[in-house]
């Protein structure tokens, strides 16, 4: 029976958790089991960047009850299914002591240059060092630790910085592989990933306002018929080139960030782990980071993943199947698919506590996940095709094998191929594409690299047109619900839009597919929503049943 070394790290300061989640990476990666608890959301800091996700108000009125203690509940799971034993470090001190053999020395950095904190990590991994603040050296007594580097007064700015960290450190990092880590969220629970694999860490803006910008999101999102002809004429390769090189020009940080991004090379598919900064948002890291050939794996939050890493899954299980029911004639098809399921920290957390609610199993349901866990955790994935009941539907996040804009990225079919490979070693066979209305080149993509998938539930939102196509070798619905103003909705507000949906039918079968804003709509809401159903002829269904009968009603 292996043991578990456990480490309550909820009270500690943010340079205290640094500390402690590079040890464990450090621990980890020589084979011992070092668990960490980050302890549960109250901290409304911990249910945001430079957005609101969920207030006071939604959290424990409605996500508290059952997401609970995310590490416990994960504790628990390897306890009980895998079988291991649980002993608990009495503080980080005792920490530092019991593992005193596994860092050589101390890297320091300076509070007065947070991102310093990213090169004391990438330090930390390739030297086997503990990356401390000063006071933390004197705090704990470690002042008998050769102090390799010290950081303070090296730059004066995160330019100067990460210029350094890429000329030095690049290449003593893990290939294939990047992480854009923001210091001002002070959420270091991915930290023990980074140290453990050794992976280069950055924080520099990716947007500046202006014609580059527009020119990607023209790409993206622009008029249909515009962006149909910019692509035909495969115009589209030079625009993006040319948007990032003026939002370059215009901006020394994204111009460094471009340099890095397309320094990575992979045999697969190069990918970036982590989050935007405090001076970006979502939509322009995406932008970038497909514009220059990168998927995201989105790892702010995710604790614990050198641990995860590390453990085999136990014999593998296959998705539940259904059989799918006869068409009914007379039906309206309604599909429901949880959002944000390529997140670690939603993989980490059971679906923000939706995969604990008593509701799961009540109704068809469409979860999204992570399908490159099957090789960075498994046994965390397989956690979900194991516990899976029939009305669950796992499918893959958007828009595959890590998360991408699809029509800024350069190279789709190695994409969609790495896409395919990693849903048939899992059984997926549906998966969320970001984009509800993508252009014709696009969409031939999907139909040329389709793989063993059944087809694709598309759009995280309807920008512009809601696009549904049955061909052959293509299945790709996209999701009528919610329209861009009406993601944020809550729950009972959304669901009216979804009657609306329903009331306004007027030829049948119909089918009707929502993405649901992870938090705000939860499955206790679905389940109660399907409850209040009473026409026969209305029919909650999985993904994978939905898009089967779409396309048996167009024959």
């Given at each position: 029976?292996?043991?578990?070394?456990?480490?309550?790290?909820?009270?500690?300061?943010?340079?205290?958790?640094?500390?402690?989640?590079?040890?464990?990476?450090?621990?980890?990666?020589?084979?011992?089991?070092?668990?960490?608890?980050?302890?549960?959301?109250?901290?409304?800091?911990?249910?945001?960047?430079?957005?609101?996700?969920?207030?006071?108000?939604?959290?424990?009125?409605?996500?508290?009850?059952?997401?609970?203690?995310?590490?416990?509940?994960?504790?628990?799971?390897?306890?009980?299914?895998?079988?291991?034993?649980?002993?608990?470090?009495?503080?980080?001190?005792?920490?530092?002591?019991?593992?005193?053999?596994?860092?050589?020395?101390?890297?320091?950095?300076?509070?007065?240059?947070?991102?310093?904190?990213?090169?004391?990590?990438?330090?930390?991994?390739?030297e086997?060092?503990?990356?401390?603040?000063?006071?933390?050296?004197?705090?704990?007594?470690?002042?008998?630790?050769?102090?390799?580097?010290?950081?303070?007064?090296?730059?004066?700015?995160?330019?100067?910085?990460y210029?350094?960290a890429?000329?030095?450190?690049?290449?003593?990092?893990?290939?294939?592989?990047?992480?854009?880590?923001?210091?001002?969220?002070?959420?270091?629970?991915?930290?023990?990933?980074?140290?453990?694999?050794?992976?280069?860490?950055?924080?520099?803006?990716?947007?500046?306002?202006g014609?580059?910008?527009?020119?990607?999101?023209?790409?993206?999102?622009?008029?249909?018929?515009?962006?149909?002809?910019?692509?035909?004429?495969?115009?589209?390769?030079?625009?993006?080139?040319?948007?990032?090189?003026?939002?370059?020009?215009?901006?020394?940080?994204?111009r460094?960030?471009?340099?890095?991004?397309?320094?990575?090379?992979?045999?697969?598919?190069?990918?970036?782990?982590?989050?935007?900064?405090?001076?970006?948002?979502?939509?322009?890291?995406?932008?970038?980071?497909?514009?220059?050939?990168?998927?995201?794996?989105?790892?702010?939050?995710?604790?614990?993943?050198?641990?995860?890493?590390?453990?085999?899954?136990?014999?593998?299980k296959?998705?539940p199947?259904?059989?799918?029911?006869?068409?009914?004639?007379?039906?309206?098809?309604?599909t429901?698919?949880?959002?944000?399921?390529?997140?670690?920290?939603?993989?980490?957390?059971?679906?923000?506590?939706?995969?604990y609610?008593?509701?799961?199993g009540?109704?068809?349901?469409?979860?999204?996940?992570?399908?490159?866990?099957?090789?960075?955790?498994?046994?965390?994935?397989?956690?979900?095709?194991?516990?899976?009941?029939?009305?669950?539907?796992?499918?893959?996040?958007?828009?595959?094998?890590?998360?991408?804009?699809?029509?800024?990225?350069?190279?789709?079919?190695?994409?969609?191929?790495?896409?395919?490979?990693?849903?048939?070693?899992?059984?997926?066979?549906?998966?969320?594409?970001?984009?509800?209305?993508?252009?014709r080149?696009?969409?031939?993509?999907?139909?040329?690299?389709?793989?063993?998938?059944?087809?694709?539930?598309?759009?995280?939102?309807?920008?512009?047109?809601?696009?549904?196509?049955?061909?052959?070798?293509?299945?790709?619905?996209?999701?009528?619900?919610?329209t861009?103003?009406?993601?944020?909705?809550?729950?009972?507000?959304?669901?009216?839009?979804?009657?609306?949906?329903?009331d306004?039918?007027?030829?049948?079968?119909?089918?009707?597919?929502?993405?649901?804003?992870?938090?705000?709509?939860?499955?206790?809401?679905?389940?109660?929503?399907?409850?209040?159903?009473?026409d026969?002829?209305?029919?909650?269904?999985?993904?994978?049943?939905?898009?089967?009968?779409?396309?048996?009603?167009?024959?």
């Open positions: 029976m292996k043991t578990i070394q456990f480490l309550d790290v909820s009270k500690l300061s943010y340079a205290e958790r640094v500390c402690a989640a590079a040890l464990q990476g450090l621990v980890n990666r020589s084979g011992a089991c070092l668990y960490l608890d980050y302890g549960v959301y109250d901290d409304p800091t911990a249910r945001r960047t430079n957005e609101n996700f969920i207030d006071d108000e939604l959290w424990y009125g409605k996500y508290r009850a059952f997401l609970g203690n995310q590490d416990q509940h994960n504790l628990d799971y390897y306890r009980q299914e895998h079988g291991f034993a649980v002993e608990k470090i009495i503080d980080l001190p005792a920490a530092l002591e019991l593992y005193k053999n596994t860092y050589k020395g101390i890297v320091i950095w300076d509070e007065a240059l947070p991102d310093t904190v990213n090169a004391a990590i990438m330090l930390a991994g390739q086997n060092l503990l990356p401390l603040t000063s006071d933390l050296i004197e705090k704990y007594h470690l002042l008998k630790n050769p102090v390799l580097h010290d950081l303070h007064g090296r730059w004066a700015d995160r330019l100067q910085l210029t350094w890429l000329d030095t450190l690049f290449t003593k990092c893990k290939p294939g592989v990047i992480a854009c880590v923001e210091p001002g969220w002070q959420r270091p629970e991915f930290v023990d990933y980074l140290v453990q694999e050794k992976v280069f860490t950055y924080s520099l803006a990716s947007r500046y306002e014609l580059g910008s527009q020119l990607l999101m023209l790409l993206a999102f622009g008029p249909p018929a515009l962006r149909e002809a910019l692509f035909a004429l495969h115009l589209d390769a030079p625009i993006r080139k040319y948007a990032l090189r003026w939002m370059g020009k215009r901006s020394a940080e994204v460094l960030s471009n340099r890095i991004q397309q320094a990575v090379r992979s045999d697969t598919y190069p990918t970036i782990f982590g989050w935007h900064t405090r001076r970006d948002d979502e939509l322009a890291f995406m932008l970038q980071l497909s514009a220059n050939g990168l998927r995201l794996v989105p790892a702010h939050m995710a604790g614990n993943f050198s641990f995860h890493s590390r453990i085999k899954p136990l014999e593998r296959l998705p199947k259904r059989v799918v029911p006869e068409l009914d004639a007379e039906g309206i098809y309604l429901f698919t949880l959002s944000d399921g390529d997140q670690l920290m939603m993989m980490h957390t059971g679906e923000l506590g939706n995969w609610s008593p509701a799961r009540r109704v068809p349901f469409n979860w999204e996940v992570q399908p490159l866990l099957d090789e960075m955790a498994p046994a965390l994935l397989d956690r979900y095709f194991r516990q899976a009941s029939s009305m669950d539907c796992l499918i893959a996040g958007p828009s595959g094998a890590g998360y991408v804009i699809p029509p800024l990225i350069s190279d789709h079919a190695a994409y969609l191929k790495e896409t395919g490979r990693m849903c048939e070693k899992r059984g997926i066979k549906v998966v969320t594409s970001y984009i509800a209305d993508p252009c080149t696009t969409l031939g993509q999907l139909e040329r690299y389709k793989c063993d998938l059944l087809g694709y539930l598309a759009g995280y939102a309807v920008v512009t047109r809601a696009l549904q196509i049955c061909r052959k070798d293509l299945l790709f619905f996209s999701n009528q619900v919610p861009l103003e009406e993601i944020t909705l809550p729950s009972d507000e959304l669901l009216k839009h979804v009657q609306a949906r329903i306004a039918v007027e030829e049948r079968p119909a089918f009707i597919a929502v993405h649901l804003f992870a938090y705000r709509t939860t499955v206790a809401d679905v389940a109660g929503f399907a409850s209040q159903i009473s026969e002829h209305i029919h909650v269904v999985r993904g994978d049943e939905f898009l089967s009968l779409f396309s048996k009603s167009k024959k």
